[in-house]
């Protein structure tokens, strides 16, 4: 039968884990209440029906598969003060629209893969420190990725770490903006694999600095170099 969860508020301040509501079949809605810190191991794993999630501005951490397979879950705010969404968290939800918040440092592997059907827009904040190993993969409808840097930010570098095949089979993704003010993507092998990836389908991309495109083409061009290099020394001892 349908049931809701909703948390007292500043009662609880972590929810463990350890699939506390596990394939909970009849969970449509769930209220987490301010005060709570964190979400656990697999929390609310295989929510099949669930399709409403309000999280505190309190909340720090969403723990490793915390909502993965919630097959119905299509939108999640994610408020400032968020700090780590971990491996799996939201891997096959039914999100339409992602935007995460700047306080974000860290995304994990595959966090946020397999939202095929819905998600068309990721919005990420230029702070974000470590993106995982496909992250955002096999979004098959996913059309527009976005870094944001809020009008207000004073920095002088900014540096996106990037983790391989952080896109991987996003077929019809075509619009990649970042904005001037972030001066380095450290996945010289993304690039590749959004062409490779997308079976050719990747269109635009709109980098605002061409410094991206410049390292991009530096680390090619090395590669050829120690290649060329190889050749030559065996080919010296033949």
């Known amino acids: 039968n349908p049931f809701n969860v909703l948390y007292k508020p500043n009662f609880f301040r972590k929810i463990r884990g350890n699939y506390s509501f596990y394939y909970a079949r009849g969970l449509q809605q769930v209220v987490l209440n301010e005060g709570l810190k964190e979400i656990g191991y697999g929390a609310f794993d295989g929510c099949e029906v669930l399709n409403d999630v309000i999280i505190p501005s309190t909340l720090d951490i969403i723990g490793e598969c ?41 995304i994990g592997e595959k966090a946020f893969s397999s939202n095929s059907v819905s998600l068309k827009e990721i919005i990420l904040p230029y702070s974000v420190g470590s993106i995982g190993k496909q992250a955002f993969s096999d979004n098959q409808n996913l059309e527009t990725v976005r870094v944001d840097m809020k009008k207000d ?30 001066n380095e993507i450290f996945s010289p092998r993304l690039f590749v694999e959004f062409l490779y990836s997308s079976n050719h389908s990747l269109i635009l991309l709109s980098f605002l600095h061409l410094v991206m495109l410049i390292q991009i083409l530096q680390f090619v061009f090395q590669c050829f170099i120690q290649y060329l290099k190889l050749y030559l020394l065996l080919f010296c001892f033949l």
Do not use: M, Q
């Open 153 to 182: 930010a004073i920095t002088d570098t900014v540096t996106i770490g990037i983790g391989s095949s952080a896109f991987l089979n996003c077929k019809i993704l075509k619009d990649v903006t970042v904005p001037k003010n972030v």
């Open 66 to 106: 915390a909502f993965w397979s919630c097959a119905n879950l299509s939108k999640v705010v994610l408020n400032e003060g968020l700090e780590d969404i971990e491996e799996y968290a939201f891997d096959g939800c039914a999100l339409e629209r992602l935007e995460i918040p700047s306080t974000v440092k860290s």
